[in-house]
């Protein structure tokens, strides 16, 4: 199975400054990758995705990497709002996968201060 | 509904009663997922239904874990004998792909307490 990670189980930072989370994965295979955001006490929700014939994807004040040669995955947040406050996932998938069901890590939990 | 539905939100119970969790999942969405999410943790994936399939059951920690689906519709989990370890969020997702990567939409969860 898959075995994927945050670096970091906490980041803290100031709002209006840039946010960087990373994570890495193990499985070679992998070929879909998704960050989702959880709120305390919700499910979680959708920020962007990316496939493996890519290498960058931009939302709306998101920017997601992927480096497929070190296996490792981050989501760019620009201008950090006290709202991007949550705990973030890294997600990875494969054709392995039971129905391409996702591998989570644990996630990385966002404190914006003001 | 917009979106995916789970019930109860909350359920408390005494180790070794058994437990039925409920998922709707998005209309028309052909995929269903099960997860469970301990405390502090990442989400475990439990089971897949697709379709009118059997479902993969890959997932499931003990033959005290099972789930069936109605269709493409409803799906319910059952933990029978339940244990304090069983105790955390377990959460029900639906997707429109088919044999594809991508997107899995995902309900609120039912928080599960095992006293």
């Known amino acids: 199975g898959e075995s994927v990670g945050l670096h970091l189980p906490t980041l803290s930072v100031q709002e209006g400054d840039n946010s960087i989370i990373n994570c890495a994965y193990s499985?070679?295979?992998?070929?879909?990758f998704i960050w989702y955001k959880q709120e305390s006490g919700k499910g979680p929700q959708f920020i962007i995705d990316i496939r493996s014939n890519m290498d960058k994807r931009q939302g709306q004040r998101v920017t997601v990497l992927l480096n497929k040669t070190v296996k490792h995955l981050s989501l760019q947040i620009a201008a950090t709002q006290p709202g991007d406050s949550a705990v973030y996932f890294c997600?990875?998938?494969?054709?392995?996968?039971?129905?391409?069901?996702?591998?989570f890590g644990k996630g990385t939990s966002l404190l914006v201060t003001p | 509904g917009a979106g995916v539905s789970q019930s109860p939100s909350n359920k408390v119970t005494e180790k070794g009663k058994d437990v039925e969790l409920r998922c709707d999942p998005i209309s028309g969405h052909t995929a269903l997922y099960w997860y469970r999410q301990r405390l502090g943790q990442g989400l475990e994936f439990l089971i897949y239904?697709?379709?009118?399939?059997?479902?993969?059951k890959s997932g499931l920690p003990s033959d005290r874990f099972s789930a069936e689906r109605t269709g493409e519709s409803v799906s319910t989990l059952t933990i029978q004998r339940t244990q304090q370890e069983d105790s955390a969020v377990y959460l029900c997702?639906?997707?429109?792909?088919?044999?594809?990567?991508?997107?899995?939409?995902f309900g609120e969860g039912s928080r599960l307490t095992v006293l």
């Open positions: 499985n070679s295979a992998s070929d879909y």
């Open positions: 239904f697709q379709g009118n399939s059997a479902p993969d």
């Open positions: 997600a990875a998938n494969s054709i392995y996968d039971p129905g391409y069901a996702l591998n």
């Open positions: 997702a639906s997707s429109s792909r088919q044999g594809d990567t991508g997107e899995l939409f």
